[in-house]
């Protein structure tokens, strides 16, 4: 009987070197390995694996394994997909509506007709008109030319009184005066009237002296010829020289009463003068009672058109000082707390506001504008802007200049409804629809879906498959945007979901019914 050999080893070396590992071998061999100091020497294999193929079998092993894991799983998912349950999403309705776009600032309310009230001196405060036995305060109605306030005026009237008076004594002077140059102007005819009887006497003595002297010439050559005596000559010697002491005597009273005559044109010059002096006295005089008058005026408002009081900032026996008013110039919600009264007209209101220089090609006088106040949080599905605004009107004006400090434009809006709703002085937020349609296709804002700036919407079928849809943009609107194409009014589309869908897509639609604004 041929012995049994126990070491694997010679018997495994009658292996080929290029045989491939068995899988039967190697767990044999693994088998006799831990078992051989318990278990009974088995019989010898024709077939032994070598030591070093062990690292290439634990390798083939795990690759296998991983392939057949992997396949596994991919088959899971591909069953948990097909299992998946429609993806929930909310739609809208796209409608057919009015639709603005807006472009909107602070702003300031205050009324087309407003006075502010302001004594023009310092003094206490003596009076306040009455309303029911109480004083005047703001909210009361006045009627035009009512006396509402007054200031201590005992010393402006004396001030008046005096320059009443000094006008009265500068008429009076010039009364005087004026009889003073009538009284001269007489004297000067009278002188006028004295030269022209004198100087007629001149020329009468003059003509006789002519006759004397032609009489004389005549005598002489009478004379000469032996035909009259020497006395008759010298009788008309002599009335030549009578005629001659008439004419000087005449000449001499005619340049003594022209004389006379300058003297009263002097007079008349020195009376108009004086006239003139008091006239410029007078002058005087009443500016300073109109300057006195005014003052006087200044110590008292009066109501300047029917309106109501805004602000009433003075009490009775109050001293009023012009510096709490002149120091507020610069601060005008300040100035309106130290004013003593304004008075507004409640029926017209504007509105005053600054925007920016790049709108200044999107306004318009006559666009249509809505008021809110200035913590208005805008804008949701429970609360749109038409909703909020307190009034409403139209851009009145626009200022062609551009503010070089702050680069922005003045623009007033009348308001047309809501006046009960303002308060001058108000600080409001003005809205202006820079664009509007009455009738477009309209959606909700987040609707629309940008992918690489081209804008989407996903329409949902009947069968509650998504279709994604290319659209055209037109006005966008607070919380709605205009379809221009690729969207007819009814159909339904996705506000909610839109970045777990494709185009294709099955959904299920939740809360149907609800019109979103930013929800």
Do not use: C
């Amino acid at each position: 009987m041929p012995k049994q050999n126990s070491d694997p080893l010679p018997q495994a070396a009658t292996q080929g070197a290029n045989d491939p590992p068995n899988v039967t071998d190697f767990a044999e061999m693994l088998a006799t390995e831990t078992d051989v100091a318990v278990a009974p020497p088995t019989p010898p294999t024709k077939r032994r694996i070598r030591w070093w193929t062990l690292p290439i079998l634990g390798l083939l092993l795990a690759t296998g394994g991983l392939t057949v894991y992997r396949l596994q799983t991919k088959n899971s998912e591909t069953a948990v997909v097909e299992a998946q349950a429609p993806i929930s999403v909310r739609t809208v309705a796209a409608e057919e509506a009015a639709i603005q776009s807006w472009v909107s600032s602070e702003g300031t309310v205050q009324a087309t007709r407003f006075k502010h009230l302001a004594f023009d001196v310092d003094g206490d405060i003596t009076y306040i008109t009455d309303r029911e036995g109480r004083n005047l305060r703001a909210g009361d109605t006045v009627a035009e030319g009512e006396l509402l306030a007054q200031i201590d005026d005992r010393q402006l009237q004396a001030e008046v009184i005096r320059a009443r008076s000094a006008v009265n004594e500068a008429r009076r002077q010039k009364g005087v005066a004026s009889a003073g140059v009538a009284q001269a102007e007489a004297q000067v005819a009278s002188a006028r009237a004295q030269v022209a009887q004198i100087d007629a006497q001149r020329q009468q003595a003059a003509s006789a002296l002519r006759l004397a002297q032609t009489e004389q010439q005549r005598y002489q050559q009478l004379f000469d010829r032996g035909a009259i005596s020497n006395s008759d000559l010298d009788t008309r010697v002599g009335t030549v020289l009578d005629a001659e002491a008439q004419v000087q005597a005449a000449t001499a009273q005619v340049i003594s009463m022209q004389a006379q005559v300058d003297t009263a044109q002097a007079q008349v010059a020195s009376a108009q003068q004086q006239l003139q002096a008091v006239e410029s006295q007078i002058t005087t005089a009443l500016t300073e009672l109109e300057q006195a008058e005014i003052a006087l005026e200044g110590t008292r408002l009066y109501a300047p058109f029917d309106g109501v009081v805004a602000y009433m900032n003075i009490r009775e026996n109050e001293y009023y000082s012009l510096q709490s008013v002149s120091s507020q110039l610069g601060n005008y919600q300040e100035l309106l707390n130290r004013v003593p009264i304004v008075v507004i007209d409640p029926n017209n209101f504007e509105v005053v506001a600054e925007l920016s220089a790049s709108s200044r090609d999107r306004i318009q006088p006559g666009q249509t504008t809505l008021i809110t106040p200035n913590t208005t949080q805008l804008v949701n599905a429970n609360n749109s802007l038409v909703e909020t605004a307190e009034a409403g009107g139209d851009v009145y004006s626009v200022t062609p200049a551009i503010s070089p400090g702050n680069r922005s434009i003045d623009v007033i809006a009348q308001v047309s409804n809501g006046f009960t709703n303002l308060q001058h002085g108000e600080s409001v937020t003005l809205w202006i629809a820079v664009e509007e349609k009455q009738s477009a296709v309209t959606v909700p804002l987040n609707a629309v879906v940008f992918r690489n700036q081209v804008p989407y919407v996903f329409v949902v079928r009947e069968d509650s498959v998504v279709e994604q849809r290319e659209v055209t943009l037109g006005i966008e609107g607070l919380d709605a945007r205009e379809i221009l194409a690729g969207v007819s009014p009814g159909e339904r589309l996705v506000i909610e979901g839109q970045s777990g869908i494709v185009d294709g897509a099955t959904v299920r639609v939740v809360s149907d019914n609800l019109r979103a604004r930013g929800e």
